[in-house]
């Protein structure tokens, strides 16, 4: 069973970057597509993109100009780098993990709250 | 972009009615690609039903999906107290992935 577990600031103040870490255990990071997706207090949610083990990526057209999503195989470790944050970037940010590109997401992270306030 | 719509909004129901939870996609849903998430307060969505009609692995038999092309439906048969939540639905068949709105099942 394959665990996640976000990591990183709760507070960031506008016009910088929101950086958060996923640390997956319980399963080979080789072996799934890496995913970030967030939800607004009270909203729905929205799939920001995801990352192969071998780094090829995918973003929603809607942030790929202020994100970046990385991952790091020596730590079973992705991470989310989102740029020139506003206070429609406060959320909870969820790492999740599916089977294929194209698929459902099977493991979701407990999400961490990140508020852009200055 | 596929843009889902969930209906209908709020849906108040009693434990041991049926429910059921409409999604309707502004285009075809590539083979059917189509999720169901239950989202309960300060908790992660979980996985219900992907590919419009396959329950996940631990999800009861209570819930039950169907449809294809534009129109999926998410069919609870007896609600049990547990299941008074939010649900989802996601289309993976074509990026960028997307959610419906959400619709609220309480009592």
């Known amino acids: 069973q394959v665990q996640l577990q976000e990591s990183g600031p709760g507070l960031v103040k506008p016009s910088e970057t929101l950086s958060l870490t996923c640390t997956v255990s319980?399963?080979?990071?080789?072996?799934?597509?890496w995913s970030w997706i967030r939800q607004p207090p009270g909203k729905g949610l929205e799939w920001i993109g995801y990352?192969?083990?071998?780094?090829?990526?995918n973003y929603n057209p809607s942030l790929k100009s202020r994100v970046t999503i990385s991952v790091d195989t020596s730590k079973n470790q992705f991470s989310l780098k989102l740029y020139s944050v506003t206070a429609a970037d406060t959320a909870v940010y969820y790492c999740?993990?599916?089977?294929?590109?194209?698929?459902?997401?099977?493991?979701w992270g407990q999400g961490t709250l990140v508020t852009v306030f200055s | 972009e596929v843009v889902l719509t969930q209906s209908p909004g709020t849906l108040s129901l009693s434990p041991g009615e049926r429910a059921t939870l409409s999604c309707r996609a502004s285009?075809?849903?590539?083979?059917?690609?189509l999720a169901w998430y239950q989202q309960k307060p300060g908790q992660a969505p979980r996985l219900l039903i992907y590919?419009?009609?396959s329950r996940a692995t631990g999800i009861p038999d209570r819930f039950s999906g169907s449809g294809s092309g534009t129109d999926f439906t998410l069919t609870i048969s007896r609600l049990e107290p547990e299941d008074f939540a939010v649900y989802y639905c996601?289309?993976?068949?074509?990026?960028?992935?997307?959610f419906g709105p959400g619709t609220k099942v309480d009592i």
């Open positions: 999740a993990s599916s089977v294929a590109a194209y698929s459902y997401v099977v493991y």
């Open positions: 319980g399963g080979s990071i080789s072996s799934y597509y």
């Open positions: 990352i192969y083990y071998s780094g090829s990526t």
């Open positions: 285009q075809s849903v590539s083979s059917s690609y």
């Open positions: 590919g419009a009609s």
């Open positions: 996601q289309q993976y068949g074509s990026s960028p992935f997307t």
